[in-house]
């Protein structure tokens, strides 16, 4: 967790060197295991993680939002939580979001995985909150195949969704892009998903391509290749143009 911490260091100094308002960073940032065993000796409280410690530190250092994925423990031993929290510029963690949808699949050719076995469902969508870049609403990785959770935030006035990822490369070449293009439009919020890439064990490896997506659909700005070092994406929110998009063209229920 040492070694990741200092990769996110790099990433809140190129963010502060960009002017960014807002460091969005990927699902599972703390840590990501090759077995079930290590997953849940690893995990620690939010309170006492030196991860976690570490990164409100850099925030309150730049005055800088941090929204970032890692985990938590439960009272079952056995498994953990799949967390999103949102850092403030005070460096206080002001949000926190339970991953929804698990990542349970078979898929012939592809990736096999039962994330539910370790990992704790969590039960509620996160409503919208209001932060110096926008209306803020919080989701993870699989999260994005279901798209209820998306219209629900937008019910509730949400700008910009997060879609920290850790994508198989399998699931990512077919769906990534088509899959967060898709929440943009039909909310017609921003998008911001931050994508974990490259092989992390002998096990498991991620596709990468985050990508910022406007309330039109276009890719505003994507990571290509399997970056070896820490690299941002930068791009400007304008929430002038998403109210000007919502009031040309409302997507209001008509049936």
Same mark, same amino acid.
């Given at each position: 967790?040492?070694?990741?911490?200092?990769?996110?260091?790099?990433?809140?100094?190129?963010?502060?060197?960009?002017?960014?308002?807002?460091?969005?960073?990927?699902?599972?940032?703390?840590?990501?295991?090759?077995?079930?065993?290590?997953?849940?000796?690893?995990?620690?409280?939010?309170?006492?993680?030196?991860?976690?410690?570490?990164?409100?530190?850099?925030?309150?250092?730049?005055?800088?939002?941090?929204?970032?994925?890692?985990?938590? +423990?439960?009272?079952?031993?056995?498994?953990?939580?799949?967390?999103?929290?949102?850092?403030?510029?005070?460096?206080?963690?002001?949000?926190?979001?339970?991953?929804?949808?698990?990542?349970?699949?078979?898929?012939?050719?592809? +990736?096999?995985?039962?994330?539910?076995?370790?990992?704790?469902?969590?039960?509620?969508?996160?409503?919208?909150?209001?932060?110096?870049?926008?209306?803020?609403?919080?989701?993870?990785?699989?999260?994005?195949?279901? +798209?209820?959770?998306?219209?629900?935030?937008?019910?509730?006035?949400?700008?910009?969704?997060?879609?920290?990822?850790?994508?198989?490369?399998?699931?990512?070449?077919?769906?990534?892009?088509?899959?967060?293009?898709?929440?943009?439009?039909?909310?017609?919020?921003?998008?911001?998903?931050?994508?974990?890439?490259?092989?992390?064990?002998?096990?498991?490896?991620?596709?990468?391509?985050?990508?910022?997506?406007?309330?039109?659909?276009?890719?505003?700005?994507?990571?290509?290749?399997?970056?070896?070092? +820490?690299?941002?994406?930068?791009?400007?929110?304008?929430?002038?143009?998403?109210?000007?998009?919502?009031?040309?063209?409302?997507?209001?229920?008509?049936?």
């Amino acid at each position: 967790m040492a070694y990741n911490l200092n990769q996110c260091r790099s990433l809140v100094r190129q963010a502060v060197e960009a002017g960014a308002q807002a460091l969005f960073l990927p699902e599972a940032s703390d840590y990501i295991t090759s077995t079930p065993k290590e997953m849940t000796t690893l995990v620690q409280n939010l309170e006492t993680s030196e991860f976690v410690k570490g990164l409100q530190y850099e925030a309150c250092s730049a005055n800088l939002l941090i929204c970032v994925g890692v985990h938590e +423990p439960v009272e079952d031993a056995m498994k953990v939580k799949n967390t999103l929290i949102w850092i403030n510029g005070a460096g206080n963690i002001t949000q926190k979001y339970q991953k929804l949808h698990l990542f349970d699949v078979t898929i012939q050719g592809g +990736p096999m995985m039962m994330e539910s076995e370790n990992v704790e469902q969590g039960l509620s969508i996160l409503p919208p909150f209001e932060t110096p870049v926008g209306r803020v609403g919080l989701t993870i990785c699989f999260d994005l195949r279901f +798209p209820e959770i998306s219209l629900a935030l937008k019910r509730q006035n949400c700008q910009i969704i997060a879609f920290p990822s850790a994508f198989t490369v399998h699931t990512g070449k077919a769906h990534w892009e088509i899959l967060l293009r898709a929440r943009a439009i039909e909310t017609q919020c921003y998008v911001v998903a931050a994508a974990q890439v490259g092989q992390h064990n002998e096990n498991r490896q991620s596709y990468g391509h985050s990508m910022i997506i406007s309330p039109w659909g276009q890719v505003l700005t994507e990571l290509v290749g399997d970056n070896q070092e +820490p690299t941002i994406a930068t791009a400007d929110v304008d929430l002038c143009l998403l109210e000007r998009l919502r009031s040309e063209m409302p997507l209001l229920r008509r049936t």
